[in-house]
């Protein structure tokens, strides 16, 4: 049985309908990525999924219960974690504080400092900022808070919604090599990306998202290698 | 020279009072991002639960209200504490209550709407404060609860020109009691985890949210966190002007002059709003004293202008921040 199971939602922004019904599972211990344009619906369908809309009509379950039409924190609370688009660092707030709020629903102590030795030893540049303000981060350093912070809710699904978005090359690097170390550790993940090249070498399996409906999915190896998705999204002629 | 103790002293009693005020606000719009017309009310009915609290608690103890007020015994002093908590709950589930069936509903409604409502339930608890089976329509004279002991008191000058200045205890306890509430206000705020929640959620409801924050109960919690403020600062004021007036200019006044201080120290921004309670009340006091009495609530305003002209954000409040 997966861990996530998206049957048929469908998403409307007032009359302009985001998501067409789509369809897609993520199982236990794997990297999904979905992939695809600018509009495409890729973080309409994160947010749906961590409640922040609701979907029009369509399923959502997690962990076997159904999961739609729930609060945000309630879903946030099973330990299904989104890290949103920018970030969302509290800039108000220090770094070891946004590290805390991460683990706000937990009281397990001994463990949420494990998981924040952890998540440190990840980041060590997080480490050295602990006592700064958030909001005096570079893109770099608050795209690796807010995944750390997200280590410290001890996610069984973790939804990254473009942890690429802004950031050097080489920081991407870091980032994705940190996704997979994560995922090898039993996380399982769910990466929303515009940068196909670098999801599709990270995810095990993805799928194409145009205009609110599923227009491929299968491999990531494969889907790397077909034609159509190169010419679309790897900048291949 | 003893004027000038004087007047600080008054500027220090009312300002703390203002500070205490300008916190539910900035509380609130910290929070909401709309301004909660209603809270002034709250400070109004803190004053009016602290007086029918002691008219039915005082005469028990002796407090024989058909004799004249000079004749009547001072009641326990533990009764002043018990009268502001008393006033405080009561305060703190009404602010609660208001929350829950005015405002949620509205959550997702535009910020006007919002507004407009709090409007309406500002209009509602005047009027109904007004019932004669609740508060009524005549002023009352809040009973004595605090001896008018002079805790010290300092001759300036000598002979004819001689003129004293004396530290009330009612002044000492004005300011001693919102000292203590705003120090465990920034202990609560700054030091825990559900105020490290609450500035989370004021910065971003959303993503507060989804750090499995109920972001709801978060509201609530700083409604009833304003509330209670707010009737302490009711009680306080009593404990100071005895004469409790129906919805009268001066609670109007009192809380219009609370939300600029809330504004001049930077709305949204708590340590602010005590910071602007001062301001406020030094500007009023000492420009009452010095220029003219008849002019102190044009100061307050005026200050208000020159600072939104100068920094729109208040002294202390940040630029809108910008989205990267």
Redesign the interface.
């Known amino acids: 049985m997966p861990l996530l199971s998206i049957t048929d939602l469908s998403v409307s922004y007032g009359s302009i309908q985001a998501l067409r019904g789509i369809s897609l599972h993520v199982d236990e211990g794997e990297i999904v990525t979905l992939i695809g344009g600018n509009g495409a619906g890729k973080s309409t369908t994160l947010r749906t999924i961590?409640?922040?809309l609701s979907p029009r009509s369509g399923t959502i379950e997690f962990d076997g219960h159904m999961i739609q039409g729930q609060?945000?924190?309630g879903i946030?609370?099973s330990r299904l974690?989104?890290v949103?688009e920018?970030r969302?660092i509290?800039?108000?707030?220090t770094v070891e504080?946004n590290l805390?709020?991460?683990a706000?629903?937990r009281h397990d102590k001994a463990a949420i400092r494990a998981d924040r030795e952890r998540a440190l030893t990840l980041f060590p540049r997080v480490h050295e900022r602990l006592q700064q303000q958030a909001?005096t981060l570079s893109?770099g350093e608050q795209q690796m808070l807010a995944i750390a912070?997200a280590l410290l809710?001890r996610p069984k699904l973790l939804m990254l919604d473009e942890p690429s978005l802004?950031l050097a090359p080489q920081i991407v690097q870091t980032i994705f090599q940190v996704i997979r170390e994560i995922n090898q550790e039993g996380t399982t993940i769910l990466l929303v990306e515009q940068n196909a090249s670098m999801a599709l070498q990270v995810a095990h399996r993805a799928y194409v998202l145009e205009v609110g409906s599923i227009q491929m999915e299968g491999d990531a190896k494969q889907l790397a290698a077909s034609d159509d998705v190169r010419k679309a999204y790897l900048g291949a002629h | 020279m003893a004027d000038f103790t004087q007047t600080l002293m008054t500027a220090v009693a009312i300002g703390s009072l203002y500070a205490l005020i300008a916190l539910g606000y900035t509380m609130v719009y910290g929070i909401l991002k709309f301004i909660n017309f209603a809270h002034s009310d709250i400070v109004v009915l803190g004053a009016w639960i602290s007086y029918t609290t002691s008219r039915w608690l005082l005469p028990y103890f002796g407090v024989d209200f058909s004799v004249s007020a000079a004749d009547r015994p001072l009641p326990p002093l533990w009764i002043a504490p018990v009268i502001l908590i008393i006033s405080m709950l009561t305060c703190g589930i009404i602010g609660f209550v208001i929350e829950r069936l005015a405002y949620r509903p509205l959550r997702r409604a535009p910020r006007l709407n919002v507004l407009i409502t709090a409007i309406g339930v500002s209009l509602l608890l005047q009027n109904l404060g007004q019932l004669h089976f609740l508060f009524g329509t005549s002023p009352q004279t809040m009973p004595i609860l605090l001896p008018n002991w002079e805790l010290a008191s300092f001759t300036f000058g000598s002979g004819e020109s001689a003129s004293r200045v004396v530290i009330s205890f009612v002044d000492t306890m004005i300011f001693a009691t919102s000292a203590t509430l705003m120090l465990v206000l920034e202990y609560l705020v700054f030091r825990t985890?559900l105020g490290?929640?609450m500035?989370?959620v004021?910065?971003?409801t959303?993503?507060?949210?989804?750090?499995?924050?109920?972001?709801d109960r978060v509201i609530s919690f700083t409604f009833v966190l304003g509330s209670m403020l707010a009737a302490a600062a009711g009680f306080l004021q009593v404990m100071k002007y005895p004469l409790n007036q129906p919805a009268h200019t001066v609670w109007v006044l009192l809380g219009l002059k609370a939300f600029v201080a809330a504004v001049i120290g930077g709305i949204g921004n708590v340590r602010g709003a005590v910071l602007g309670g001062f301001v406020i009340a030094f500007v009023e006091q000492f420009g009452a004293f010095y220029i003219s009495s008849q002019y102190r609530d044009v100061y307050v305003f005026a200050l208000l202008i020159g600072i939104l002209l100068v920094k729109p954000t208040g002294l202390l409040g940040s630029p809108l921040?910008e989205?990267?």
């Open positions: 961590s409640g922040l609060p945000p924190h946030a609370q974690i989104h949103p920018g969302g509290f800039a108000n707030l504080e805390q709020l991460g706000y629903f909001g893109g912070r809710a802004g | 985890k490290t929640a500035r989370a004021s910065f971003n959303d993503t507060a949210a989804l750090m499995g924050i109920p972001v921040r989205k990267v």
